[in-house]
């Protein structure tokens, strides 16, 4: 490539590297690169590895690819990762949604880092033992021992869909709870709760479900049916179960949003899918994942990226309206 290029091996070192700049013309650094175009030349990422101490490869840690959220994590994680020549393996739980097993014993020779999400804190204790750069998502910054963590304004966007639902008029809720022990779904409840500690005459209750639509319509029907009087407004931890609600609601002759309206979380492409369309809190998935993969990258090249967190959107659609009366 030198020859072809017409300067000295050091100089295509140099453009090959990124490392040119201030050393050697644009001029030149062009004629390597047109060289190693027309040679066909790849760099070889492997020998680049050994010589940096890297193996330029991140885990990312989700809880299941069956919620689309956490692929849409994967691909932004991918997508920060690619700029900076590194490549994601993903690592789906096999416990399904909620915390994952130790997935880092056998891989922790080939990683660079972990990205974990949603995941139990006892699940993390080998790696950090083990000394492998973490970035946590969806993890409680508070913690004296947390590392690097990347967070959505959960809180905010459970009190944008209140602060929605009072100003429709709704005072009496049911919450239908993510049934699983994690930091964002402890989030979501009591920022629900204090949202409505300000408001005179608000009654709420809760009903745990699953995270599937299954379990999201039996615990809306348990709502909708438990002694005293109807809701009028359910308030559900994800997009998923607000489906499950919606159905429950049409089982027990309720229309939604006359009769009861219904908000989820996340805005998966679901939302918009059902009839009436949902009323949820947008989460930037992608975002996260970008952001995950850039502050991992700063750990590893000895920067401190402190801990972030993005801004969530509330989406009105047509599954909330103005409060029945009765």
């Not at 990422?45 to 994967?74: D, H, I, K, M, Q």
């Not at 130790?102 to 922790?108: K, T, V």
């Not at 492998?132 to 969806?138: A, E, F, K, S, W």
């Not at 949202?195 to 999201?216: F, I, Q």
């Amino acid at each position: 490539m030198a020859r072809a290029a017409g300067v000295s091996q050091a100089t295509v070192s140099l453009v090959m590297g990124e490392k040119w700049r201030g050393r050697v013309s644009e001029r030149t650094a062009e004629a390597v690169r047109t060289a190693a175009r027309e040679l066909g030349y790849r760099p070889n990422l492997t020998a680049r590895s050994l010589r940096l101490g890297r193996a330029r490869t991140a885990l990312l840690v989700v809880p299941a690819l069956t919620n689309e959220f956490f692929a849409r994590v994967y691909t932004g994680a991918a997508r920060a990762a690619a700029e900076h020549d590194m490549g994601v393996v993903l690592y789906p739980s096999p416990e399904g949604t909620g915390p994952a097993r130790d997935p880092f014993a056998s891989a922790r020779a080939t990683l660079d880092g972990v990205i974990a999400s949603s995941m139990a804190a006892e699940a993390l204790t080998d790696l950090r033992e083990g000394g492998l750069p973490l970035v946590m998502l969806d993890s409680d910054p508070e913690r004296t021992d947390s590392p690097p963590t990347v967070n959505l304004d959960i809180a905010d966007g459970m009190r944008q869909v209140t602060e929605h639902l009072l100003a429709l008029g709704h005072r009496r809720f049911a919450h239908i709870a993510a049934d699983i022990d994690s930091w964002t779904f402890r989030v979501r409840a009591h920022a629900l709760a204090e949202a409505l500690r300000g408001t005179a005459g608000t009654v709420l209750r809760s009903e745990p479900a699953a995270l599937d639509v299954a379990s999201g319509r039996l615990a809306a029907e348990r709502a909708l049916t438990a002694d005293g009087t109807l809701p009028t407004a359910l308030i559900c931890d994800g997009d998923i179960l607000a489906a499950g609600a919606c159905k429950a609601a049409r089982r027990l002759g309720l229309r939604v949003p006359d009769d009861v309206s219904v908000t989820g979380f996340d805005d998966l492409p679901l939302a918009s899918a059902l009839e009436p369309e949902l009323t949820t809190v947008r989460l930037p998935a992608e975002a996260v994942g970008e952001a995950g993969m850039r502050a991992l990258v700063a750990v590893l090249d000895g920067r401190a990226p402190g801990s972030a967190s993005l801004p969530v959107e509330l989406v009105a659609r047509a599954s909330t309206t103005v409060a029945a009366t009765s």
